[in-house]
């Protein structure tokens, strides 16, 4: 089974640019989860997908950030236009229904904003 | 204060020795409480959840969480130095639209020497 896979790895823009991160879950799991590790700092949770509907976007930090989950599968995370600070480690995670907040995570997305 | 704290390390221990991890958490009505592993510029990998109070183990690993003290660790018996990584406490969310939502801390650093 695979797991979650992030798209790209890593990503360099240029700042006012815009940049589009993919998120593929595990098949099957409804929860879909976006977070954010900026230099230096812990993981922090942006925002929780229920199949296609946002349950949780309490941490999605301003609205130059739009995340998206049509039909309930993949996942999208655009920034626009990126500023320096966003500069991180995305990670998408997802876990089923019912499984006690089980999440697996995907490997990242580096992004770069020079 | 942080909600979810942990020494950053380094934490170095000899191969064979049990290694120790400590987290505090500040939100007394969380439920959930997990350990990832993730080693570098890989995906956090999850090694062990707990619900209740007392010690859960799986393996080498053993997990003690006391709510009153608001205090989970992680324990590794006999660590090898393939357990090198950087361990992650993540507390879940206490419910509402909140619960999925993992709050992290910042890692711990595990170097296990021959």
């Known amino acids: 089974e695979a797991g979650v896979t992030q798209f790209p790895s890593h990503s360099v823009i240029e700042k006012g640019q815009t940049v589009t991160l993919r998120c593929d879950p595990i098949?099957?799991?409804?929860?879909l989860y976006w977070y954010r590790r900026v230099m230096g700092k812990e993981i922090k949770f942006l925002l929780h997908f229920v199949k296609e509907s946002k349950q949780d976007e309490s941490g999605m930090p301003n609205n130059r950030f739009l995340a998206e989950r049509t039909g309930g599968t993949y996942s999208t995370l655009k920034v626009q236009p990126a500023e320096l600070e966003d500069s991180g480690v995305y990670f998408c995670?997802?876990?089923?229904?019912?499984?006690?907040?089980?999440?697996?995570f995907g490997a990242g997305t580096r992004l770069s904003v020079l | 204060q942080k909600e979810v704290e942990q020494n950053s390390g380094p934490l170095s221990v000899p191969e064979g020795a049990i290694a120790s991890l400590n987290c505090t958490y500040s939100d007394r009505v969380s439920q959930s409480f997990f350990w990832y592993r993730q080693y570098s510029g890989k995906s956090p990998e999850l090694i062990m959840s707990i619900y209740s109070n007392g010690d859960k183990e799986d393996g080498r690993f053993t997990a003690q969480l006391n709510k009153a003290s608001q205090y989970v660790s992680l324990l590794i018996r006999d660590s090898q130095p393939s357990d090198s990584a950087t361990y992650l406490c993540?507390?879940?969310?206490?419910?509402?639209?909140?619960?999925?939502?993992?709050?992290f801390g910042q890692g711990t650093i595990l170097t296990v020497h021959p």
């Open positions: 995670a997802s876990s089923a229904q019912g499984a006690k907040n089980i999440q697996y």
């Open positions: 993540a507390v879940g969310g206490a419910g509402g639209t909140s619960y999925g939502k993992l709050t």
């Open positions: 098949s099957g799991h409804d929860n």
